[in-house]
Each structure stands twice: as structure tokens, then as C-alpha cells.
């Protein structure tokens, strides 16, 4: 980070010495105008990549792989939550948790398979519209 802020005031304010000091020199004037027109230009994009830099720098490739995993594998447990209440709903669960009530247990399952049915079907309602539209025109 010192290294990149060193390196933005030798571009607006160069230092006299070294092997650009010797006569006028075109870059010396036209690295400033160069480097703002870049930051105009990137705008907030130049920030979000400053940032993102610094922060693999400091964590590494690793913990900065760990978190985009980390973000996926949370997607995925909300999706697999999404889909376990789809398919499973705590009110056909719960009814199959009463050992004592046969009767209920049994109607739990069978809500269970008609709600899996009724999913399924709506599921593959769009593809046999399709199909038949494919159909029709052929």
C-alpha cells in the first residue's frame, strides 16, 4: 500500500534525481494527465480492484478462495433448505412424528407422496407444453 501511494505522488510531484531528472522529459508532464484520466475513467471498478488487491495481499490466494467457497456452500444449504420444505413440509413431518395416531402417520405419508406428485408435475408441465408445441408445428 505505501508502495502504491509512493508511487501516485511521484506521479503527480516527481522528485528531482535519478535518470528522469536530465533535460524535459514528455512522460514527466504527461504521467499525471495519464494517471487521472485512468482513475476518471475506472471510476468506483479502479477502487473495487485497489481494495480486492490489498485484501489478497494481506489474507492470500487461500483465504480469499475460503471465502467465495464459503459463500457457496451457504447458497447450497439454502437451496437444499429450499428443496427439503418443498418436498417435505413440516406439517406432513409432523404428522408422521405422532406414533401413538397410526391414522395419522399413514395420512402424513400419503400427503407426503401426493405433495411429491403434485411437484413433480408442475415440475414436467412446462416440458409436455413445450413438446406438444414442438409438435403441432412440425
Same mark, same amino acid.
Do not use: C
Given at each position: 500500500?505505501?508502495?502504491?501511494?509512493?508511487?501516485?505522488?511521484?506521479?503527480?510531484?516527481?522528485?528531482?534525481?535519478? #535518470?528522469?531528472?536530465?533535460? #524535459?522529459?514528455?512522460?514527466?508532464y504527461?504521467?499525471?494527465?495519464?494517471?487521472l484520466?485512468?482513475?476518471l475513467?475506472?471510476?468506483?471498478?479502479?477502487?473495487?480492484?485497489?481494495?480486492?488487491?490489498?485484501?489478497?495481499?494481506?489474507?492470500g490466494?487461500?483465504?480469499?478462495?475460503?471465502?467465495?467457497?464459503?459463500?457457496?456452500?451457504?447458497?447450497?444449504?439454502a !437451496?437444499?433448505?429450499?428443496?427439503?420444505?418443498?418436498?417435505? #413440509?413440516?406439517?406432513?413431518?409432523?404428522?408422521?412424528?405422532?406414533?401413538?395416531?397410526?391414522?395419522?402417520?399413514?395420512?402424513?405419508?400419503?400427503?407426503?407422496? !401426493?405433495?411429491? !406428485?403434485?411437484? !413433480?408435475?408442475?415440475?414436467?408441465?412446462?416440458?409436455?407444453?413445450?413438446?406438444?408445441?414442438?409438435?403441432?408445428?412440425?
Amino acid at each position: 500500500m505505501h508502495d502504491l501511494l509512493r508511487s501516485a505522488r511521484e506521479l503527480v510531484w516527481p522528485v528531482n534525481g535519478g #535518470p528522469r531528472a536530465h533535460g #524535459p522529459n514528455a512522460d514527466r508532464y504527461l504521467a499525471p494527465v495519464v494517471f487521472l484520466a485512468i482513475v476518471l475513467l475506472a471510476g468506483p471498478d479502479l477502487l473495487a480492484a485497489v481494495e480486492l488487491t490489498t485484501l489478497l495481499d494481506l489474507l492470500g490466494a487461500t483465504l480469499f478462495i475460503m471465502a467465495f467457497l464459503v459463500g457457496h456452500k451457504m447458497l447450497a444449504a439454502a !437451496f437444499v433448505e429450499f428443496l427439503r420444505q418443498l418436498f417435505l #413440509p413440516s406439517e406432513f413431518v409432523t404428522l408422521l412424528k405422532l406414533h401413538r395416531q397410526p391414522a395419522a402417520m399413514a395420512f402424513g405419508a400419503l400427503a407426503i407422496v !401426493f405433495n411429491g !406428485f403434485v411437484v !413433480f408435475i408442475i415440475a414436467l408441465a412446462p416440458v409436455f407444453v413445450i413438446r406438444g408445441l414442438l409438435i403441432s408445428l412440425a
